[in-house]
């Protein structure tokens, strides 16, 4: 295999993040503030926790997604939502990236159009249709969820 030289032009982007395959990192903000790149850096992490489905990320550990529900349920109450990034946090701290559409084990698919139930739970709309149920109910009952499409844009 041979290696791969770019050269990256710091006039022409705001924030380049290196990192090689042992996990070394480099972080170049060039002239943007320091505090702004964090924040940038912060809602992008959200968003990928949040898109990850709910098994591992090698395939030969993770359970069959169709067959096993996840046992913790989702918490409602005391959920934080930040609209701007579109992530929702329950209340016991599982973070949904509501920018996605996820699947269910049935094959419908659920995205989120910007409301909440009395609970503080996100509102979903099933297959585009006339089906609404909140997250933590379509999580009860269709789960598990996993990202269809979408997310950082």
Not at 4 to 16: K, S, T
Not at 57 to 65: I, T, V, Y
Not at 78 to 84: I, V
Request: charged share 25%.
């Amino acid at each position: 295999m041979t290696d791969a030289y770019r050269f990256v032009d710091m006039d022409e982007q705001a924030l380049v993040v290196l990192i090689d395959r042992d996990g070394g990192l480099e972080v170049q903000t060039g002239k943007i503030c320091t505090v702004r790149a964090a924040e940038v850096l912060e809602r992008l992490a959200a968003r990928l926790r949040a898109s990850h489905p709910p098994f591992p990320c090698f395939p030969s550990a993770a359970p069959n997604p169709t067959s096993e529900r996840p046992d913790e349920l989702l918490l409602a109450e005391g959920g934080r939502l930040d609209r701007s990034a579109k992530v929702w946090t329950d209340g016991r701290g599982h973070v949904w990236d509501l920018s996605l559409t996820w699947g269910d084990q049935y094959g419908a698919e659920w995205r989120w159009h910007g409301s909440l139930d009395s609970n503080g739970a996100p509102l979903l709309r099933a297959n585009n249709g006339v089906t609404v149920q909140a997250l933590d109910v379509v999580r009860t009952l269709y789960g598990p969820l996993a990202p269809v499409s979408g997310g950082v844009s």
